[in-house]
């Protein structure tokens, strides 16, 4: 695999903590005022990077009966007509821009996700540090062929594709010679089984195409970005919404902007604890208190041959360890010892 990929001053790559892209979307409903105090709260709780969307343009979606469904409260199912969702959600540029100096003024690299040339092309004048390109657009060769001419990173993401159609796309990559790509694992939402979530798929992305890997979660909780660093991935993304929202699409596989802060700081400790591949020690490093050593079981006399029976075992580690038992059977004292002495080899006749 690739040793890392940065955007901006962040790495992402094995040796370093899984990167979490908290995802503003467009949960603010064209709120802007509200896109701005989620971004300070992020920031203000630890975010390292911000991730959005450039929705500015609702010709994207054709006016027809289209419909999208999503999970509501109570696991309601609710049905919405595709046009409806992105006229109420789409910002000016004019806008996005104001949304995302903060970042800049603060010095904050965002990613942005977008659907169409010229929200690529604004993306990249207002400073974004990477691209992503939606799993709606994994086959939408003439945008991922233009986005690779902007010359920034890109971040791609798989959802509700076939592994063949991954490796197609990357293979559009290949042609361009573009190699500054992270792949996003992106499982199905709810109400979808669990087992749509397809978790290994981390390892065998990463494996099969030597490049970083995250995943795009859409759990109704935190705990599969938990497991994704386990397995893993390199970044982390989530929906973040403010703490009071209506329903909507995708809030209810989001987090709260007061849960981020936590649930970041969890990400970080289990990446940290995942450690080693495997152990070494030097000879004199600390052992477990508790491993035992050989010891005499009854007062033993003076050249009395040592055997199992007058021989047993006790932390800590005071004499010979049991691994040498064999070596010493049939072995004598130089002097006697009492009930339960360590026996140690400078103990030993003829050592």
Request: with cysteine; aromatic share 8%.
């Amino acid at each position: 695999m690739k040793k890392f990929l940065k955007i901006n001053n962040i790495k992402i790559g094995d040796s370093y903590p899984p990167v979490f892209f908290p995802d503003i979307g467009t949960f603010f409903n064209k709120n802007i005022k509200t896109a701005k105090k989620i971004k300070n709260e992020l920031i203000n709780s630890g975010a390292k990077i911000i991730k959005g969307e450039i929705l500015h343009n609702p010709n994207i979606a054709l006016n027809i009966n289209s419909y999208e469904k999503y999970l509501g409260k109570k696991n309601k199912i609710i049905k919405e007509k595709i046009r409806d969702v992105i006229e109420r959600k789409v910002v000016s540029l004019n806008n996005y821009e104001k949304i995302y100096s903060i970042c800049k003024n603060k010095k904050i690299p965002f990613v942005l996700s977008v659907y169409d040339y010229e929200g690529a092309n604004f993306a990249k004048d207002i400073g974004a540090g990477a691209l992503k390109i939606a799993s709606s657009n994994l086959t939408h060769r003439p945008l991922i062929e233009h986005i690779c001419k902007l010359d920034i990173p890109i971040i791609l993401d798989t959802g509700r594709s076939s592994y063949s159609e991954i490796r197609k796309s990357l293979s559009w990559f290949n042609i361009k010679k573009f190699n500054r790509i992270h792949i996003q694992h992106s499982p199905y939402p709810p109400p979808h089984r669990l087992i749509k979530h397809d978790l290994l798929m981390l390892k065998s992305l990463k494996k099969d195409f030597n490049l970083t890997v995250g995943l795009s979660d859409h759990h109704s909780s935190e705990e599969m970005l938990y497991a994704a660093i386990a397995l893993g991935a390199n970044s982390i993304e989530k929906g973040i919404v403010p703490n009071l929202i209506k329903e909507d699409q995708d809030v209810g596989h989001a987090l709260s902007i007061k849960e981020f802060q936590t649930v970041n700081k969890k990400c970080i400790n289990i990446f940290k604890a995942l450690g080693n591949k495997r152990r070494f020690l030097k000879p004199n490093s600390p052992r477990h208190n508790f491993r035992m050593c050989i010891i005499s079981s009854k007062k033993i006399e003076k050249n009395e041959k040592l055997t199992e029976k007058n021989l047993t075992y006790a932390f800590p580690i005071k004499g010979i360890e049991p691994e040498f038992l064999k070596k010493i059977l049939g072995k004598t004292l130089k002097k006697t010892v009492k009930k339960f002495t360590p026996i140690k080899w400078k103990n030993l006749n003829g050592n």
